[in-house]
């Protein structure tokens, strides 16, 4: 079974500051982490992922995450936050192995607010 | 463009009514869910169907169906609708389980009264 701790429900950030969004899981496999971001009104879409490799993962709009397995942790960070960025924001995590079951499970969300 | 429609962004329903909300995309994957969506839980998996006919429990299926008879279209189905069933509804779909990206449908909003 996997889980996911999303530490902080609302994040607020000055524009121009760092974002950092805090994401933890539990998995018994190596797993694999996806955060999506949802805008107002709006379904979610991908920000980016990590499967295997690399463990630094680049995604849209200036995001990054880094898979560190030692504190199973992913953590989602933007140098510089926009006001277009204030959106919510899920981590999920999903095994990353064949029968190991195919559930995606979201963290309860982040949202992220963005002021002046 | 990938696309996952949902058949109504807003719902308004009377308690024990039977409420369908329908889902297309038009990426040929095999793969597609519905999410319930609630404020502080996330989202938690209903149902999720991984080829046409074939379905699989997710998290909370209880007081919840669902009917796929195309690849393309995935219906959730509120026997009776509830008020603890008052919520937002999101539709996914992928072309393989675990690795690729899943794609959202905006979401219905549900309301039973």
């Known amino acids: 079974a996997q889980s996911v701790t999303q530490l902080g429900s609302h994040v607020s950030v000055s524009e121009g500051a760092l974002v950092l969004l805090r994401c933890n899981y539990s998995?018994?496999?190596?797993?694999?982490l996806f955060w999506y971001v949802q805008y107002p009104n709006q379904g979610l879409q991908l920000l980016l992922k990590y499967t295997t490799g690399a463990t630094l993962v680049k995604g849209i709009n200036g995001f990054e995450a880094e898979f560190k397995k030692s504190e199973t942790s992913f953590h989602l960070t933007k140098p510089s936050a926009h006001m277009s960025d204030a959106a919510e924001y899920f981590c999920a995590v999903t095994l990353g192995f064949t029968g190991g079951g195919n559930k995606l499970t979201f963290g309860t969300g982040t949202q992220l607010k963005v002021e002046l | 463009d990938v696309k996952v429609t949902q058949s109504s962004r807003y719902l308004v329903k009377r308690t024990g009514e039977k409420v369908f909300l329908e889902c297309v995309q038009d990426m040929d994957h095999e793969n597609m869910f519905w999410y319930r969506q609630d404020p502080g839980l996330g989202l938690r998996l209903i149902y999720f169907s991984y080829d046409v006919k074939m379905k699989e429990k997710g998290d909370i299926p209880e007081g919840y169906s669902v009917s796929r008879e195309k690849k393309e279209r995935f219906s959730l189905i509120l026997e009776s609708a509830s008020t603890n069933q008052t919520s937002m509804y999101l539709c996914?779909?992928?072309?393989?389980?675990?690795?690729?990206?899943?794609?959202f449908g905006p979401g219905t909003r549900l309301t039973v009264l």
């Open positions: 996914a779909s992928t072309l393989r389980l675990r690795t690729d990206t899943q794609y």
């Open positions: 998995s018994s496999v190596p797993p694999y």
